[in-house]
């Protein structure tokens, strides 16, 4: 067993990163565990360059990496790839909570982390036997499922080679992925990092990140992919002030809460060492569906937060979730106007979604509440349950038009008003991405298809719109449409000459 192929499928639909074509790190972690044992590796990452076919199938073996949108793309890979004879192996979140879905389609999956399990895996696989020994691993023979004991994640991360991404072998733009912890301890009702990862933290010691730091450009940016960059803020503190004394400064970004601001001395920091943007996990302004997200945070913190990263020079990306059971249409719209009211600089408004892993999940499938299971639907853009307060259908609707409303001309005008271009490229390629995504999905078609996933039978659903209403709707909303965003782009360039 020499060549092995790793495999991340492309998402399902455009997304606020379709730009920026970033790897996740599992491929690239295991592709150097396995190179440093003289493996040959090879990684595709679909949403970077196409799969180069021929060397698929010239692998002995070939491991495919799967979130819960890109499952559909994952399994008919895994189909196609298993027919003709290659073993297939199948792992990330999706696989690790329904393993026995995934056994339909590749011959085994990994559950859970597999920096431990992947060696005793290939070296099973070379020998014929040992499979019962490999930890978190599920496997089939005949009409028998075989759940193996779960792994034992990895405690030391420092003992990890940096994920390599030459093994992609073509250019991933300006961005360098970089993750130094991982684990959450909040337990989000609807995210499934605490199942996948833990509930408590690990991270690498601070010297081993910049051991990596330092071995990448410093012209290109960092993505801190942490869950929450600042869990530990004292640790995280300490590698800020390493970072700016040893001048390892690049623009970088990072995931954070809300409440990160509360540190005054923590913000400092970010800004000398060059934070730029901070992708911030605000989730509502209903400050019901906060407590019912298990938030732990108030509007008005929330708010005084935007203002702090303002005020150090940061830019924020908001990320909200809609579609909870305290929702309602007006909670989408007062959504919309804090986010413009706050100056926020780009947002995302991603629809509620029951990834199965998570408590959300959990609750809504014992309550007949989930509307489909077309997992390329569970993007976080395409209603896939039953919320109380709101109908599937007007949350599709309001938060399509959300999106509009936040990345509108008039939005994009306010920016070239202020000088800001970098704003207005954002905006622009916001609202271009928006507008991309409406006309393929001619936005409500996928809608009509979830409802009538078993949702004919159920009492006080109030799905009742038709094809014909919903294409009405649809052209309502492009003769609603702005100027168009190349002349947009056009008289932003005149002004900034």
Same mark, same amino acid.
């Given at each position: ?18 730009? *920026? ?19 040959? #590796?090879?990684?595709? @990452? ?30 008919? =890979? ?5 027919? !003709?004879?290659?073993? #297939? ?8 909570? $329904? ?8 011959? *085994? ?11 005793? &895996? ?11 020994? #490999? ?50 301890? *909040?337990?989000?009702? &609807? ?5 996948? &990862?833990?509930?408590?933290?690990? &991270? ?34 300490? $590698? ?38 901070? *992708? ?9 569906? =906060? ?37 309602? @249409? ?33 609750? $809504? ?27 599937? =259908? ?35 390629? !916001? ?29 006080? =659903? ?11 709707? #649809? ?8 100027? !168009? ?13």
């Amino acid at each position: 067993m020499k060549n092995i192929v790793f495999i991340e499928p492309r998402s399902p639909d455009y997304h606020v990163f379709s730009r *920026y074509r970033l790897p996740r790190l599992g491929c690239l972690i295991l592709g150097a565990i396995l190179e440093r044992q003289g493996y040959f #590796v090879k990684v595709f @990452v679909e949403d970077i360059a196409p799969i180069d076919f021929k060397s698929v199938f010239e692998a002995d073996l070939v491991a495919i990496s799967t979130i819960t949108s890109t499952a559909p793309r994952a399994y008919a =890979l895994a189909s196609q790839i298993k027919k !003709s004879g290659i073993p #297939v192996i199948l792992g990330g979140p999706h696989v690790t909570f $329904l393993p026995e879905e995934a056994l339909e389609y590749a011959d *085994y999956v990994f559950r859970g982390e597999a920096e431990n399990s992947i060696l005793p &895996f290939v070296q099973a696989m070379e020998s014929g036997e040992g499979f019962e020994d #490999v930890p978190g691993l599920s496997f089939k023979e005949g009409n028998i499922i075989y759940q193996n004991q779960p792994g034992h994640s990895c405690q030391e991360l420092d003992t990890l080679p940096f994920p390599d991404l030459s093994l992609i072998r073509k250019p991933i733009g300006t961005i360098r992925p970089v993750m130094t912890s991982r684990g959450c301890p *909040y337990n989000c009702s &609807f995210c499934t990092v605490t199942r996948m &990862f833990g509930r408590g933290y690990r &991270f690498r010691s601070k010297e081993n990140v910049l051991r990596e730091l330092r071995g990448i450009d410093r012209k290109k940016k960092i993505f801190f992919y942490d869950d929450n960059f600042a869990a530990n803020r004292e640790r995280t503190k300490e $590698l800020l002030e390493m970072m700016i004394a040893e001048k390892i400064t690049p623009r970088w970004t990072a995931q954070v809460r809300a409440d990160v601001t509360r540190d005054r001395e923590l913000m400092d920091l970010f800004r000398k060492a060059n934070c730029f943007y901070a *992708y911030v996990g605000i989730e509502s302004v209903n400050q019901s569906s =906060l407590t019912a997200y298990n938030k732990k945070i108030t509007v008005e913190q929330i708010e005084e937060s935007i203002a702090l990263f303002h005020s150090h020079g940061i830019r924020v990306h908001g990320m909200f979730v809609l579609g909870s059971d305290e929702d309602t @249409v007006d909670t989408v719209k007062q959504t919309v106007r804090f986010a413009k009211k706050n100056e926020l600089d780009t947002v995302q408004f991603m629809i509620l979604t029951p990834l199965p892993g998570s408590k959300q999940y959990d609750e $809504l499938k014992a309550e007949r509440r989930i509307l489909t299971k077309d997992w390329g639907l569970y993007d976080a853009l395409h209603v896939v349950h039953e919320p109380k307060r709101i109908t599937p =259908l007007e949350l599709q609707v309001e938060t399509i038009k959300a999106l509009g409303k936040f990345y509108s001309t008039g939005q994009i005008l306010k920016s070239i008003s202020k000088l800001d271009m970098i704003g207005v490229f954002l905006r622009t390629y !916001s609202r271009n991405l928006q507008r991309k995504w409406v006309t393929k999905n001619i936005f409500y078609n996928e809608v009509v298809k979830q409802m009538k996933t078993g949702a004919e039978d159920r009492v006080n =659903l109030t799905w009742n719109k038709t094809r014909e209403e919903i294409a009405g709707l #649809v052209q309502r909303f492009k003769d609603q449409a702005p100027v !168009s965003l190349s002349k947009i782009g056009s008289e932003s360039k005149e002004r900034s000459m």
